[in-house]
């Protein structure tokens, strides 16, 4: 059999950067962050033995073969996939892992997370293991962080690992705990039905917006500092107004959380964004940078009755506009009938001309 999993990508409305060390070591940290149905998908099968390794990505079009899974040790192409085959898969096993996204790559949805903790679930459900969500968030950040030294905080992983809305509570010298929000069904129908996610094309690279702010926090630039701190203070006031049914307190938190985004460092920031901000200001309450900023989606809390007017503007301003439904089951694993040996050898092909067109 094959196993499949999927996690979903997140909206992260307040403290995000708060979750990073060393901010989070040394202050503690808080972050709001809501599970969308927007999913991505690995899938694991155990080939026979002495069939080698093969790992592809739909979305990138990209894939690589190896002997052995030693064989990876050290390749800087697709490390992300082969970061996870070295940590859990054992030497003298034979794999195939598949890939695939409902998201664009870089766009602040927290990809990357989502995507270990797909492939934790599926390799996991490949050697009939069981982790609890939290801990295969754990894992999957571990590998992220630990085995391939990427900046950042866990936020991602444990938003596609549990689902829902949730208020990840970071404590001063580590760890954090993990809360869902208890929010009324209203509560949760009103955000579901204002809330838009407008994607205007642009990438960010979060690992170099992170550096930069790990950089300026050990420097004790005063605006850094001062916007973590407004940062974690809006997630915890986010989170209140959200338990108490108030959509005016969260549009405050929204609003205020992507302007402290913003002075946290220049690369926070978007033009474009800012314009698009312009652009629906009559029509949306908030709005909000999705992730470390620089680009990607924004977060738009629509003004009643003029959700239907924002998506028009937006799209004439040449954005992709998205509804917004929370995923409130996080990863899930099933299985099903496993691929033939045409199907893997399909794979297997395009893995190989992509590694031959790199090697050339």
Known sequence: ?????????????????????????????????????????????????????????????????????SDFAGQKDLAFLKAFVLRMVPEEDSLLLLTESDVPPDSGLGGSGALGVAIVAAIDGVYGHSRPPSEIAALANDVERSDLGYPGGNQDSYAAALGDVNLLQYHRGGGLTPRRLQLSSQT???????????YTGGAHVSGSIHEDIKRAYLAGNPRTLSALRALHSQAESMAEALEAGSIPGYAAALNESCQQLYNLR???????????????????????????????????LARPGRRSECIRRAEELGALVWPVT????????????????????????AASQYAVGIAG
């Open 188 to 198: 949760r129908r009103i955000l579901e039905h204002r809330s838009l996610l407008i």
């Open 326 to 349: 929370i995923d409130t089951c996080g990863v899930n694993t099933w299985l099903e009938p496993p691929f033939d040996a045409a199907e893997i050898e399909h794979f297997h092909r």
């Open 266 to 300: 220049a690369a926070c920031d978007s033009p474009d964004h800012r314009r698009y901000f312009q652009a629906l200001a009559d029509l949306i309450a908030a709005g909000k940078t999705c992730g470390a900023g620089g680009g990607g989606f924004l977060l738009v």
């Open 1 to 69: 059999m094959k196993a499949c999993a999927r996690a979903p990508v997140r909206v992260d409305p307040a403290g995000g950067g708060t979750d990073a060390p060393p901010y989070c070591i040394e202050h503690g940290g808080a972050v709001v962050n809501f599970a969308v149905e927007r999913h991505v998908f690995a899938l694991a099968q155990k080939l026979s033995p002495g069939s080698g390794v093969i790992i592809y990505s739909a979305d990138l079009r990209a894939g690589a073969t190896a002997g052995r899974v």
